[in-house]
């Protein structure tokens, strides 16, 4: 009888090095702001990120539904060439879709907790 591999101890591993470096980034932006005293930079990240969110997440469904409409049998139909690229375009969609585009959602939520949190402090605090 053949064991399958642990998978749930690669998994755990994985999970704790991308954590462990996950943290970098927000300690990047949160220096920044407490060097230089800038709320302009949460400003510009909110507005950027909620465009990228909305771009990714967009255009995913766009590519998902492209496929879907020459599939039904429109500009060729499946086994055509425009087939063949809708098939490639939801390749890449589907990841923009289902992953990107909400995880940039949660990227500003986590942000803006951040530097709400910060706020409060510098308010009672500082």
């Known amino acids: 009888m053949v064991s399958s591999p642990p998978f749930s101890s690669g ?3 994985a999970l704790s090095w991308a954590l462990r470096w996950w943290a970098f980034p927000w300690l990047g932006v949160a220096a920044v702001l407490l060097l230089t005293g800038d709320s302009t930079i949460l400003l510009g990240f909110s507005f950027g990120a909620s465009s990228l969110s909305l771009f990714m997440s967009n255009s995913g469904g766009l590519w998902d539904n492209s496929k879907k409409y020459i599939e039904s049998g429109h500009e060729g139909g499946k086994g055509s060439d425009a ?44």
């Open 11 to 13: 998994s755990a591993a």
């Open 83 to 126: 087939h063949k690229a809708a098939v490639v375009g939801d390749t890449v969609g589907d990841p923009f879709k289902d992953t990107a585009g909400p995880s940039i959602n949660t990227q500003i939520t986590v942000v803006s907790s951040l530097m709400s949190a910060l706020f409060v402090a510098f308010s009672l605090f500082g």
